[in-house]
Structure formats: structure tokens, C-alpha cells
């Protein structure tokens, strides 16, 4: 299993640019998520989904979209980037078996936008 | 408004020391608190789960407590290595059964030899 992944690894951006950052996990697991994370911020929630065609906000969701068409993959879209979404970003998937378990992360793509 | 805090301050211990982690919390009330590892440039990897039912959670070396009164959740490693440096951070289910976590800031563990 590779299981969480995410492409790229790097990627540096002009403002107003749009992306996508890919996330893939190979672990049929219903839960993927989106976070952010920043110096001394920590990771913050941008978007979620409990499953294939459900997606839902989390803490910090201006700026990006995402859809789920399957199980398997996870896109998170950048509208018109900006500096302030300069950041690293984490994809993570997770079961569910009587209540969520531990989420298993992807490597990251760290954003420049410049 | 919710709130998690974790000792932003950077812990130095001596190997063979036990180190201890803070996690508090405010306005939640989570079924559950989660232990990640986070080495620089990697993603966060899942250590332990504790539930609200729960006081106390042991894995190998790890051991965590959880007191829904205090609202407050303690991280131990015992006979610390230099391999446990690290960044370690906590995280609650923001609602319930949505598997929506909410993360603390992380408190970054030196283990000096």
C-alpha cells in the first residue's frame, strides 16, 4: 500500500495563478481531509469529506474548493492564489469503525505564492 | 470560543528522562483526544488515541492520561531517547462523528544525550 499521496512535492505560484494540489490514498477509507499548516499555528482544518460526492468546510476554507467524485482521491483547488496561502499542505484520510480512528498523512506540498 | 493549547515553548530533557506534555483544552467536550509525531519536513503520524472514558492509555515507552474535568490531556515518554526529539501535537474531534479534528500548535521535544 503507498498510502497517502500527494502531489506535487514542491510548487511556487503567482499571485492570481489557480492549482490544484492532488491527494490519492489507497486505504478505501471514507474520511479525507485538508489541512493547512503555518509557524506556530499548527495544522488547521481547510476542507473535508466523509465520503465519495460529500464535502464539507472546515475552520479556513476561503480561497480553496474540493470535490470527491471517488472514494480514492481528494483535490484541493486554488482559486487565484495568494501570498497569505503560502503554506504547507497536508492531505490525510482516516477509517471509520465505531467512531473516526487515527488519520494517516500524506508528505505534504509546501506552496510558495509569490 | 474552542480553543487547544500546547506549550509552544521548545522542552530540552536529558536522555533517559521522562518528558511530559500539556494539552489543554476549552468550550469542548470531545469523545475522544489523539497523540501525533511530527519529524521536520514529514507529515504528522498517529501515536495514540484516548476516549473520554478512558483516564489513562500506555503504548510501549508512551503513556497518556486524559481528565474531562480538567479539561487537559498529559503526553509521557519515558527513558526519553534523542530519537524521541520531535515535534508532538494533540488533537480533539471538533464534532461529533464527523472525523473533524482539531489540532494544537505542537510542542517540539529535544532529547539530548
Known amino acids: 500500500n503507498a498510502g497517502v499521496t500527494q502531489t506535487p512535492k514542491f510548487q511556487v505560484l503567482k499571485t492570481g495563478q489557480s492549482m490544484t494540489l492532488q491527494c490519492a490514498q489507497d486505504m478505501n477509507h471514507e474520511y479525507m481531509s485538508w489541512y493547512r499548516q503555518d509557524p506556530g499555528m499548527g495544522l488547521r482544518l481547510i476542507h473535508y469529506s466523509v465520503g465519495a460526492g460529500i464535502t464539507d468546510q472546515g475552520e479556513v476554507p476561503n480561497g480553496y474548493n474540493v470535490s470527491r467524485s471517488t472514494t480514492e482521491d481528494f483535490p484541493l483547488r486554488l482559486l487565484s492564489a495568494a501570498p497569505s496561502q503560502t503554506s504547507v499542505y497536508f492531505c490525510?484520510?482516516?477509517?471509520?469503525?465505531?467512531?473516526?480512528?487515527?488519520?494517516?498523512f500524506g508528505p505534504g506540498t509546501r506552496l510558495t505564492v509569490l | 470560543s474552542q480553543k487547544i493549547e500546547q506549550n509552544s515553548e521548545a522542552l530540552n530533557i536529558q536522555e533517559g528522562k521522562t518528558a511530559t506534555l500539556t494539552c489543554n483544552y476549552t468550550n469542548y467536550s470531545p469523545a475522544y483526544l489523539q497523540w501525533y509525531r511530527q519529524d521536520p519536513g514529514r507529515g504528522p503520524v498517529f501515536l495514540l488515541l484516548i476516549r473520554e472514558n478512558e483516564k489513562e492509555k500506555r503504548k510501549e515507552r508512551l503513556k497518556v492520561t486524559f481528565d474531562t474535568t480538567l479539561k487537559q490531556s498529559l503526553f509521557h515518554i519515558t527513558a526519553s531517547q534523542p530519537a524521541d526529539s520531535a515535534t508532538y501535537l494533540c488533537a480533539l474531534d471538533g464534532s461529533s462523528n464527523t472525523g473533524k479534528l482539531i489540532f494544537g500548535q505542537g510542542t517540539t521535544l529535544q532529547v539530548k544525550p
Open positions: 490525510a484520510s482516516s477509517y471509520y469503525s465505531g467512531g473516526y480512528n487515527e488519520q494517516f
